[in-house]
């Protein structure tokens, strides 16, 4: 419970800052100030749809994520499906592409800027990272784009 008022607070910090930025690039604004607010995360950032592939934007991360890379993975279905996709243990997941070996859970929130398809993931180093309040506050900071 605690640990869920923390990260309630870091969202909200989070968001206003958000809110309140002057720089333009809102996308790797949102993938720095997440990826610094939470240890256990090692990528953060956003993927986008041209045609049958998803192509990387803007990501802060410990390693070179890959790009491009199919539909069938997390992030694909995510936004094939139009669904909130939040993956307790990724080798569980059928199609998980491996971009960091050290990734163990996965969330991935789509939506779409001027009828472009966008995923926001992330890719935390422990299992089942992810809660109700994680999907919230994301949901919330994508609107601010
Ligand atoms: N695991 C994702 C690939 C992207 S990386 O995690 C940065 C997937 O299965 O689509």
Do not use: R
């Not at 049958?52 to 890379?69: F, G, M, Q, R, T």
């Not at 491996?98 to 969330?107: A, G, I, Q, Y």
């Not at 929130?109 to 995923?119: D, G």
């Amino acid at each position: 419970m605690q640990l869920a008022k923390n990260k309630e607070k870091i969202y909200i910090k989070c968001i206003q800052s958000v809110k309140n930025t002057l720089d333009n690039n809102k996308l790797q604004y949102i993938s720095n100030i997440l990826f610094e607010a939470f240890d256990d995360w090692i990528f953060c950032g956003f993927y986008f749809q041209e045609q049958d592939e998803l192509i990387i934007s803007e990501y802060k991360a410990n390693k070179l994520p890959c790009s491009p890379i199919g539909l069938d993975g997390v992030c694909g279905t995510s936004i094939v499906k139009n669904q909130i996709l939040n993956i307790k243990d990724v080798y569980q997941f059928e199609g998980h592409i491996v971009c960091d070996e050290n990734s163990k859970s996965e969330l991935c929130i789509p939506f779409e800027i001027n009828s472009t398809k966008y995923v926001l993931d992330i890719d935390s180093k422990k299992m089942n990272a992810f809660c109700e309040i994680d999907e919230k506050y994301l949901l919330k900071i994508v609107k601010e784009i």
